[in-house]
């Protein structure tokens, strides 16, 4: 198993590009995440989705779109790129059923930088 | 506000000794708290967790205490390891199932050898 995948693994975007940041899971996990973590910070969560067709926002949601059409994939969108997206963005997934309790598992981070 | 809290941004300790990372906590709806381990350049790897209605939890070298009526918990790592050195993430998991989880904001250990 490949576990958790990003594409790429750093990326320069201009004020204002898009651009789409990849994860791919193998371990058929139901729950999917996007994180960021700023420099000096924890990560914060982006948005979730707990299977495929079913997303929700998480803490900080503002200037990113995903999408979840396979229960492998979970991308995440950036249409307008700012200043403040410059961060480190990690992909996780878990396993979940009623009333247990998994870990989340992390891909190895893309780093993002926009000037 | 910070729900979950690592006050101390860095720790160092000797090979052998003790590793002492603590982490408070101001939510009293998490169910669950989980230390990861992050080395440079690549995700957090869960390490250990233990549940809201437990007050320790033990696997090897790695043990997680919590004390839940003064909202804290502590990672001790014995004997510490130069391979132990990395930023120690504190999480909490929302009661609920919502799975969300909230971190701190992280302690790098260093162990020298």
């Known amino acids: 198993n490949a576990g958790v995948t990003q594409t790429p693994k750093f990326r320069i975007l201009k004020i204002g590009q898009s651009m789409t940041l990849q994860c791919a899971q193998d371990m058929n996990h139901n729950y999917m995440y996007w994180y960021r973590q700023d420099p000096g910070m924890g990560l914060k969560l982006i948005y979730y989705s707990v299977g495929a067709g079913i997303t929700d926002k998480g803490e900080v949601p503002n200037g990113y779109n995903v999408s979840r059409s396979t229960t492998e994939d979970f991308p995440l969108r950036l249409e307008l790129a700012a200043p403040s997206q410059t961060s480190v963005y990690f992909c996780?997934?878990?396993?979940?059923?009623?009333?247990?309790?998994?870990?989340?598992?992390f891909g190895p981070g893309t780093r993002l930088t926009v000037l | 506000d910070q729900q979950v809290k690592q006050n101390s941004p860095s720790l160092s300790v000797q090979e052998g000794r003790i590793s002492i990372l603590n982490c408070d906590y101001t939510n009293s709806m998490f169910d669950y708290f989980l230390w990861y381990k992050k080395y440079p350049a690549e995700g957090p790897t869960f390490l250990i967790s233990i549940s809201s209605i437990k007050d320790k939890n033990e696997d090897g070298r790695f043990t997680v205490f919590l004390n839940k009526s003064a909202k804290h918990l502590s990672l001790h790592i014995v004997p510490s390891q130069p391979g132990d050195s990395a930023v120690y993430f504190c999480a909490a998991r929302i009661t609920g199932g919502s799975e969300k989880l909230v971190f701190g904001k992280g302690t790098k250990l260093t162990v020298n050898p």
């Open positions: 996780a997934s878990s396993y979940l059923t009623s009333g247990a309790f998994d870990t989340q598992y």
